[in-house]
C-alpha cells in the first residue's frame, strides 16, 4: 500500500533560522504533494501545494521542492518564526482526482526564540 | 475570517453509547469532508460530501458509523455503538470545490471509556 513519511519526528531550530522539513512517499503515481499544518489544539492548515509536473513552488515564506526521481518532497521555511512551532505534515494527492490527501506521520518543528 | 465549526470540542463517553458530532463548514463551501486522526498520525478520511451527496465513504465503518448533510450545509457525523477504538480526534473539513486547500475545524476529542 501507498507510505508517506516524514524523515525526523522532530525538528528544533533557532528563531530566525531557516528550516527544512523532509518527506518520502512511495506512490509514483501521486499527481499533487501538499502540506499541511497543525498547531496544537487546532486541526490542520492547508500551507502549499505542488503538483508532479513541478519540481519547485514559493509561496510566503515557504517553498516546496519534489524530486520525483528519488520521490522526496521538502518544505523550507525562511527566517523561522515562534507562531512556525507545530506539526508539519505532509500529504499525497490521491490519483484520479479524488483530491483525497493521504496523510504522512508529521513533524514537530519546535523554535527556539 | 470564517472558520469551520465543530461542536461539541470535547466528549467522553462509555463504550456501547451512541455518540453525535456536528459540523458546521465555511458558508458557500460545498465540500465537506470528515477525518478521524488518531494521537501521533495524520487525519485519515471517513467520508466525503459534494452538498448532500456522499461522495466516498469507503472509509466509513458503517456498521456502525453514520453521517449525514441534508440540507447540503452543516453535517452530524454519529457512532453507535461507540467502541474503545474510536477514541480519537474527529475533524471536520470543508472547501468550495474537489481541492486540497480545505479548512479544518478544531475537531472534536473522543474519548470512549
Known amino acids: 500500500g501507498e507510505s508517506v513519511g516524514l524523515h525526523l519526528p522532530t525538528l528544533s531550530v533557532q528563531e530566525g533560522d531557516n528550516s527544512i522539513i523532509n518527506c518520502a512517499y512511495s506512490?509514483?503515481?501521486?499527481?499533487?504533494f501538499i502540506w499541511y499544518k497543525q498547531e496544537s489544539g487546532k486541526g490542520p492548515q492547508f500551507i502549499i501545494d505542488i503538483r508532479s509536473n513541478m519540481d519547485k513552488r514559493q509561496g510566503q515564506r515557504v517553498t516546496v521542492l519534489l524530486n520525483k526521481t528519488v520521490k522526496h518532497l521538502s518544505l523550507q521555511i525562511a527566517a523561522t518564526q515562534p507562531g512556525d512551532s507545530a506539526v508539519y505534515f505532509c500529504a499525497t494527492g490521491g490519483t484520479g482526482g479524488s483530491y483525497i490527501p493521504t496523510f504522512g506521520r508529521g513533524t514537530s518543528l519546535i523554535v527556539h526564540p | 475570517e470564517a472558520e469551520v465549526a465543530q461542536s461539541p470540542r470535547y466528549k467522553i463517553t462509555e463504550k456501547s453509547q451512541a455518540v453525535a458530532f456536528w459540523c458546521d463548514p465555511i458558508?458557500?463551501?460545498?465540500?465537506l469532508y470528515w477525518y478521524r486522526q488518531i494521537l501521533g498520525q495524520g487525519p485519515e478520511l471517513l467520508v466525503q460530501f459534494q452538498d448532500e451527496s456522499v461522495v466516498d465513504d469507503s472509509q466509513l465503518p458503517k456498521d456502525r458509523f453514520s453521517a449525514e448533510r441534508l440540507k447540503g450545509v452543516d453535517s452530524t457525523l454519529k457512532i453507535q455503538p461507540a467502541e474503545l477504538g474510536d477514541s480519537a480526534m474527529y475533524l471536520c473539513a470543508s472547501s468550495r470545490g474537489r481541492s486540497y486547500e480545505q479548512y479544518f475545524g478544531p475537531g472534536t476529542r473522543l474519548t470512549v471509556t
Open positions: 458558508s458557500g463551501h460545498a465540500t
Open positions: 506512490n509514483s503515481a501521486s499527481d499533487y
